[in-house]
């Protein structure tokens, strides 16, 4: 029984996904030498755990989500998935990009079913799951619309119920939200929260909104300007959950922990403008 339950801890500690001293490296613009973008990178997302990853624009945020989707191999450095190094494509999780992936050909039934269909399910359960996860993200009467008609928040309802229909054990979203509007967005991230709760997935999000990565996460991990980006310090989000995350924006614990952030990413922030203008 003591070593069932000491099995049981060390499963636990062991964190869903870790990167190692990372880096990557690529080419210069120039043709001569090489352009670091990260550099001995290391940080860990527990089992069930929400991580925000912020930094100044073109630090290597998403160069990073794709390390851990295994679209890019890194230059140094591994990364682990559940314990095991990566190899090759990321089979336990679930990308969310910038622009959702849907197909303007497929309406939004046969967009949320195309995942299912890749693996080879039948079309009855393909149609029945895809249906059920459109009433969970409130596109209940949408399934015949196609994403030209649908508003950019459907749309993301869409992407998101692509994603999860697959229950991946774990998400990897870059930047999901950025292009909606403010009232959409925080109507999109309380959605994100309830269907996080409901199996508690291990998720890696990132922003270069550092309201937005207070509000959602457990934890938030703050990158430097690039070149060379690594983490600065990270910082552990004990606001209450259940959240709204426009309530919680007014507490006075969200004001703490925002300008304690904030006094760290400013600098990062002012680097990676003044470079950006050379």
Known sequence: MEQTAAARATAAAVPALAFERVSCAFAARSGSGHYTAVKDASLAVGAGEFVSVVGPTGCGKSTLLNVAAGLLAPSAGRVLVDGAPLAGINARAGYMFQSEALMPWRNALANVTAGLEFHGVSREECDTRARDWLVRVGLAGFEDRYPHQLSGGMRKRAALAQTLILDPAMLLMDEPFS???IQTRQLMENELLDLWSADRKSVLFITHDLEEAISLSDRVIVLSAGPETHPLGEFAIDLPRPRDVAEIRMSPRFVELHEAIW???????????AQARR
Not at 263 to 273: A, D, M, N
């Open 179 to 181: 292009a909606l509007d």
């Open 263 to 273: 006094r760290v990413l400013k600098s990062e922030v002012l680097k990676g403008y």
